[in-house]
């Protein structure tokens, strides 16, 4: 599916304002800037036309933000949507991504009583329909971040590992504490692939000795609440969180990513939408994320009708997650 027809594309100008005005709103003390209204009205326009869901103002200045263990087996659909320029596709000998998954985050049955844990352990698990699921992984959830996480989802050029690049692009970093709207924050750590890129000369494509006085560091991720809003039917407060991240190079030549999302309040991911600008290759990303399931917290139980063929799918997903019966009689 390709959802780069269903999602507005953001410019490289909108997105500079965008980050200019995060280094200078005063957290919880004023307004949103403009550019974020805007972003925030490209975020209700895609519930209204995809979800039939209307987004409205809440009334509250500030909430709690942090991420919850998964009650029930939650469903997030994660659609892969590449743009990739022809000659380096036949120098590459690779293809665009246009992709449908499903990952399923899970308590762990083995280790139901968690409640008081700093770290929760739970199982995660990505199924593609038609597809073999990818091995299901140990998820480990703190109020702050999902993992296992790529640490250099942000800076790459394609998908390396469906589960890791998923929580990482998905999930932003929540302060765990109460926060105004306006307010920013350090979000997770970009590392690993993404630090060589920095060394990187923009001119010269290269390094050597022109490019020694580069640092081979890269910032962590950027976090601002947009502002908090409801669903009709519901008071519970939704953050609107945009996120940021750069090579450090100029946005028109270097790698930069960002990311739109709606967290709960009660701690889950509603809808996110991230894409990622690889300049130096040409190749643009969207990865976008929404919870899909029955689970409270997700877009169904908001007032979203998912279709027979969506439906279908997340029940297939959860069918492929095994159960602490079938693990204990596969000696796991």
Known sequence: MNVGH???????????ITVATWLWVLPGCAAPAPATVAEVAVLADVLDRDYNLELTTSDVGLTHLAW???????????RIDEQIPEGYMRAAHVTEEHSEHYLVLAPDP????????VIV????LM????????????LLL???????????????????????????LGWPFLPGRLVGVGETWTGN????????????NPETRGGGEQARHLSCVTMSWHEHLDGLYQLPGSDEPIAAISS???????????????????????????????????????????????????????????????STQLASAVKSAREHLPTASSRSRQGK
């Open 68 to 78: 919850q263990p998964p009650a029930c087996q939650q469903v997030y659909r994660v």
């Open 121 to 124: 352990r739970g199982q995660a």
């Open 127 to 138: 199924h593609r329909p038609g597809k073999s699921p990818i091995p299901r992984r140990e």
């Open 110 to 117: 083995e280790q139901p009583n968690q409640q008081n844990e």
């Open 189 to 200: 750590p970009v590392e690993a692939r993404c630090n060589r890129i920095a060394c990187i």
């Open 6 to 16: 269903h999602i507005p594309a953001r410019s490289l100008e909108y997105t500079t």
């Open 142 to 168: 703190s109020h702050h971040m999902l993992g296992p996480a790529s640490p250099d989802a942000a800076c790459f050029e394609r998908t390396w590992h469906p589960i890791e690049d998923a929580l990482s």
């Open 244 to 306: 940021f991240w750069s090579d450090g190079h100029p946005l028109d030549v270097g790698v930069w990513s960002e990311r739109s999302a709606l967290v709960t309040t009660s701690g889950r991911v509603l809808y996110a939408h991230t894409t990622i600008h690889h300049n130096f290759l040409g190749i643009t990303r969207d990865i976008v994320i929404d919870a899909v399931d029955d689970c409270p917290g997700s877009l169904p139980a908001k007032g979203f009708e998912p």
